[in-house]
Nanobody, 123 residues
């Protein structure tokens, strides 16, 4: 059974940093795309960043230059380093795993999801 478990969320002041982790079990995703999405109250889930099987990364315009996605293939874990956080970054952050080598930007591109971790940025 595949499980994705996020950790590292919390409350931080604007301008601060957080590092989210997502540990996968039940299947190795080193050859596939893993991504991060977020959902704020009353809003749709949106793409944040992802890392392909090649280890190339891509991210949403809203977080470019502030958020960095990386992975440790040996640990089957993906990370999201979030710097210069803004109040508008407040959301539940979800880790997702795709069966695609070159995954996409949409929720439908991902097959497995974590339970989410809350990130709250105070002004």
């Amino acid at each position: 059974q595949v499980q994705l478990v996020e950790s590292g969320g919390g409350l931080v002041q604007a301008g601060g940093s957080l590092r989210l982790s997502c540990a996968a079990s039940g299947r190795t995703f080193s050859k596939y795309t893993m991504g991060w999405f977020r959902q704020a109250p009353g809003q749709e889930r949106e793409f944040v960043a992802a890392i392909r099987g090649s280890n190339s990364t891509y991210s949403a315009h809203s977080v470019k230059g502030r958020f960095t996605v990386s992975r440790d293939k040996a640990k089957n874990t993906v990370y999201l380093q979030m710097n210069s956080l803004k109040p508008e970054d407040t959301a539940v952050y979800f880790c997702a795993a795709s069966g695609l080598y070159n995954g996409g930007y949409y929720s439908r591109d991902y097959d497995y999801w974590g339970q989410g971790t809350q990130v709250t940025v105070s002004s």
